[in-house]
């Protein structure tokens, strides 16, 4: 099968700085690694004398990549919930019970005003508080480092250190945020007897991120997938993202969202499961429709299902006519031919966990579409309908 995934032309803000994103993330896990296994130690012991029972996630946008990799926490027995900025109110008088909660902030800018104040909820009432920036000057880092002044128990600040993000879509610092979680559920995992094979994998796989990424972002481009993607998308205006799972809770969010933003296309998440449920008609009647499929390979269950569920949903959707891309580990990807042929398949580098095989799906989407938006003369990395120099417009 052919690798599909590199830039042509390398001079694109956007590929620049997806060019940087192996760098960032090996850099995470060589600094940060041994500071993060300490902390998840703490919580995983707070977690077993039951002064912590949840996790509570609050972020938006491109910060919920954080998401996906916080619901393996489940497997330890901790309530994982994700607050919908738009439906939750940080109400000062009447606060909401953070009670024996692992209170968690994602803000890449640390300058999102619903960050401010839920890190303010958090501080009356969360028992931890966990706090991911990208760098130490903004509002939010600020207020966790007073916070860590005053009770360095309670409070913990991680820095994503992807530095300066020029291109709107969030590439970099994405990726970044996403080792970190990994990082740490990975520690926590590797704490706990029942899980500690699911942590080691997750560990092993980020011992070698920058190699994984790299040979992701530097593989052969396919310039018949492009020239495919090129022609459909103007005309479908659509583009649906597929998978199941972890693979599902990790990648489809942010491919969701960098796809919209690239092409101004609308955008949907559908799991495998629910792929029968009124979403093939979507297919049909607008023919060509892209379909984005990452493929998982769950080695830890030894499970073949989870696999099976994404690929009969990439036939459903072929059969409607739908223009399939599949992403996935060469074994994952065997024997797919009646569904996507090989110039249709992207390739990953085979990873122990699912986790990491998300994350190097995320890489490979983000160079593929770049490679796509350039074709169709976009600028890649700034997305269709905000104000620029040079408007997106299909």
Not at 39 to 62: D, F, H, P, W
Not at 244 to 269: C, D, N, W
Not at 271 to 286: E, M, S, T, V, Y
Request: glycine fraction near 8%; charge should be neutral; proline fraction near 4%.
């Amino acid at each position: 099968m052919a690798d599909t995934v590199s830039a042509v032309n390398k001079f694109t803000q956007m590929r620049t700085e997806i060019e940087q994103i192996p760098g960032i993330c090996q850099f995470i896990v060589s600094q940060q690694l041994e500071d993060i296994a300490l902390y998840a130690a703490e919580i995983y012991e707070a977690v077993q004398k039951g002064e912590i029972t949840r996790a509570v996630l609050a972020s938006r946008g491109s910060s919920q990549a954080a998401l996906g990799g916080m619901y393996l926490l489940e497997y330890l027995g901790i309530a994982v919930t994700c607050l919908d900025y738009t439906n939750t109110s940080f109400s000062p008088v009447e606060p909401l019970p953070y009670g024996r909660a692992l209170g968690m902030l994602v803000s890449q800018s640390g300058t999102s005003q619903d960050s401010l104040l839920a890190a303010t909820a958090f501080a009356s009432d969360a028992a931890k508080v966990l706090v991911l920036t990208n760098g130490a000057k903004n509002p939010l880092a600020a207020y966790a480092k007073k916070h860590i002044e005053i009770a360095a128990d309670a409070w913990k600040w991680l820095d994503i250190a992807a530095g300066e993000e020029i291109t709107v879509a969030a590439t970099k610092t994405v990726l970044g945020t996403t080792t970190l979680v990994a990082a740490f559920v990975g520690n926590m995992l590797l704490n706990s007897p029942s899980h500690q094979r699911r942590g080691a994998a997750i560990l092993e796989d980020l011992a070698n991120i920058g190699e994984i990424l790299e040979t992701v972002i530097n593989a052969q481009a396919n310039q018949k997938l492009i020239n495919s993607l090129a022609r459909v998308i103007p005309r479908t205006r659509a583009i649906a993202v597929v998978s199941r799972g972890e693979g599902h809770q990790i990648y489809s969010p942010e491919a969701v969202m960098k796809l919209g933003e690239m092409f101004g296309a609308t955008v949907k998440a559908v799991d495998a499961g629910d792929i029968h449920h009124g979403f093939l008609p979507a297919i049909k009647g607008n023919p060509g429709y892209p379909v984005f499929c990452f493929v998982p390979d769950y080695k830890m269950r030894n499970d073949d299902k989870i696999k099976i569920n994404v690929l009969k949903a990439a036939a459903a959707a072929k059969q409607m006519g739908g223009t399939i891309v599949l992403f996935g580990s060469k074994k994952a990807l065997s024997g797919v031919s009646a569904i996507a042929d090989s110039d249709h398949c992207i390739v990953l580098p085979d990873t122990a966990s699912v986790t990491v095989g998300a994350l190097s799906a995320i890489a490979a989407t983000y160079t593929l579409a770049e490679r796509v938006a350039l074709r169709l003369k976009l600028e890649p990395g700034y997305p269709v309908g905000m104000p620029s120099k040079e408007q997106n417009t299909l």
